[in-house]
């Protein structure tokens, strides 16, 4: 069983900034992807960013500019740098890590989510 600690979320002002981050452990034999999702009330849950092994990335339109996903391989963790937030960033992140537990079996964990409200 693969688990995530996510870490970071909190109330910040328009134009702030906030960092997430998001640790994974247990039955690991290597991961392959890592991201961050987010859910607004009243809508669906939508991919906010994604980091491969590699280190390639994807962003939502939305946020191309302001955020930037990393991740550290040799501590399983992935973060997310939040700035010039805007309060439609409001939302619960959720941190996504897909990868093996080993050689035959795939895995997919959700973190617990995080809270980010952006408002003055």
């Known amino acids: 069983q693969v688990q995530l600690v996510e870490s970071g979320g909190g109330l910040v002002q328009p134009g702030g900034s906030l960092r997430l981050s998001c640790a994974a452990s247990g039955s690991i034999f290597s991961i392959y992807a890592m991201g961050w999702y987010r859910q607004a009330p009243g809508k669906q849950r939508e991919l906010v960013a994604a980091?491969?092994?590699?280190?390639?990335?994807n962003y939502a339109d939305l946020v191309k500019g302001r955020f930037t996903i990393s991740r550290d391989n040799a501590k399983n963790t992935v973060y997310l740098q939040m700035n010039s937030l805007k309060p439609e960033d409001t939302a619960v992140y959720y941190c996504?890590?897909?990868?093996?537990?080993?050689?035959?079996?795939?895995?997919?964990?959700w973190g617990q989510g995080t809270q980010v409200t952006v408002s003055s």
């Open positions: 996504n890590v897909r990868g093996r537990k080993d050689l035959l079996a795939n895995f997919e964990s």
């Open positions: 980091i491969t092994s590699g280190g390639s990335t």
